[in-house]
T-cell receptor
């Protein structure tokens, strides 16, 4: 296992288009998190899964955002009808709570909406 | 929303000097973690300190935690140019309600010059 993998690394899309990002977590980790980070800020929580169940969604996650984790493995984050304000780095992380090792983050997907 | 604030926002030092970053937070925690982020990349977990611990060491890193003041500090000793990065503290409320969902601070940008 080589860590958390995110695809694509970069995405440029026109306003109004839909985009989908994928995250492959560390296979032993049962928790998967999505965060969004804008320039000069810390990551902001969007949503998280325990296995296949989505347990919490941030108020930041408008109805244009949806996330899934079928079968408790990889996860996808879809943004519909993108807006310029959606431009950010989208980070995925996985963890196994109680181990004391914190989160393992992927390299992120940088979204630019033009 | 950001739970913590790091201080200073930016820090520039010479190689070989020590770097100290501070983090303040607002709510009770189960543990506090520090992460490093190189420009345009994902975050890397550095160290985790539990609420019943006061100090922890890992290599050139030393973390302190004062839960009465809701503050933590990260000390990097004998800094190297490769330590140039942004550093974030993150708080974990713990428990089933918190979901081990991390809330990140605003970050300190550290620049280590040769």
């Amino acid at each position: 296992d080589t860590g958390v993998s995110q695809n694509p690394r970069h995405k440029i899309t026109k306003r109004g288009q839909n985009v989908t990002f994928r995250c492959d977590p560390i296979s032993e980790h049962n928790r998967l998190y999505w965060y969004r980070q804008t320039l000069g800020q810390g990551p902001e929580f969007l949503t998280y899964f325990q296995n296949e169940a989505q347990l919490e969604k941030s108020r930041l996650l408008s109805d244009r955002f949806s996330a899934e984790r079928p079968k408790g493995s990889f996860s996808t984050l879809e943004i519909q009808r993108t807006e310029q304000g959606d431009s950010a780095m989208y980070l995925c992380a996985s963890s196994f709570p109680g181990t004391g090792y914190g989160y393992t983050f992927g390299s992120g997907t940088r979204l630019t909406v033009v | 929303s950001q739970q913590g604030e790091e201080d200073p926002q930016a820090l520039s030092i010479q190689e070989g000097e020590n770097a100290t970053m501070n983090c303040s937070y607002k709510t009770s925690i189960n543990n506090l973690q520090w992460y490093r982020q190189n420009s345009g990349r994902g975050l890397v977990h550095l160290i985790l300190i539990r609420s019943n611990e006061r100090e922890k060491h890992s290599g050139r890193l030393r973390v302190t935690l004062d839960t009465s003041k809701k503050s933590s500090s990260l000390l990097i000793t004998a800094s190297r140019a490769a330590d140039t990065a942004s550093y974030f503290c993150a708080t974990d409320p713990g428990g089933t309600g918190g979901g081990n969902k991390l809330t990140f601070g605003t970050g300190t940008q550290l620049k280590v010059e040769l």
